[in-house]
């Protein structure tokens, strides 16, 4: 069945990696797969267009479906193999509901991430401001503690959204392993760093560590004055 699925993607990349995680949790080892690079634009070739309009990453093509987006994407995989490797969304309504709402908090801390870490390049250099990028990083903090506040709810050796490994935890870890990455301050989101370290050695994705993140273990200091 893997053999019918093709995944372009790119190193470093959380919607690729949350992608690539689905696969190996659901026993999906043995798709094809052509790793691009951002660098020299090669996500904007005619391959990917012809799948993608937008020509982003990840694009995933399973048989004659193509799904993009990596949460749907990933919602389509556990939903096609259900009974398949690892449980990712469970059946009780109530625990469901804090997967999904987990899953989607997760853009409101990647968009506030990279509106610091990255702010030079989502913002043009004649429209940067100290003080908005000072408002960012109030904000960025106040969503840390507010992550490290679920997780102190949860109780210590928790996943995202209970005792199980979930969707929530295939989504957010990849944006998550940014902070340690761009040498976050650990004091900064200590619950959220212990959760880090728990869950980084899964086998699902440890396998799968961004290739050029091994090439380069420092990281960049993006994060080191937050």
């Known amino acids: 069945m ?7 993607w790119g190193s470093g990349s959380p919607p690729c990696w949350r992608v690539i995680i689905t696969l190996e949790e659901k026993m999906l080892q043995g798709y094809k797969h052509k ?9 904007k070739c005619e391959e990917v267009k012809a799948l993608n309009p937008r020509a982003q990453l990840p694009t995933f093509k399973h ?19 259900k009974s398949q490797g690892t449980r990712l969304i469970p059946d009780d309504p109530v625990e469901q509901a ?24 989502y913002v043009p250099e004649g429209e940067r401001h100290e003080s908005a990028l ?24 928790s996943y995202l959204a209970g005792k199980n490994f979930t969707m929530a ?8 392993a940014l ?8 004091e900064r989101c200590p619950r959220l760093m212990e959760y880090y370290e728990m869950v980084k050695d899964r086998p699902s994705i ?13 990281g960049q200091e993006k994060l080191k004055n937050l």
């Open 2 to 8: 893997a053999q019918s699925m093709m995944l372009y």
């Open 35 to 43: 790793l691009l690079s951002f660098d020299k634009n090669e996500h």
């Open 63 to 81: 048989g004659d479906i193509a799904v993009n987006e990596s949460f749907a994407a990933c919602l389509y995989l556990e939903s096609a193999f």
């Open 98 to 121: 804090l997967v999904y709402q987990r899953m989607f908090e997760t853009n409101n801390l990647q968009h506030k991430l990279y509106y610091v870490a990255f702010y030079d390049y």
């Open 134 to 157: 000072k408002r960012n990083k109030e904000s960025l903090i106040d969503e840390l503690k507010l992550w490290d506040g679920y997780l102190e709810k949860m109780g210590k050796g």
């Open 169 to 176: 935890d295939v989504v957010c870890f990849p944006i998550i």
């Open 179 to 186: 902070f340690p990455r761009l040498h976050c301050p650990r």
């Open 206 to 218: 440890k396998a799968n560590w961004p290739p050029h993140w091994l090439e380069n273990p420092e």
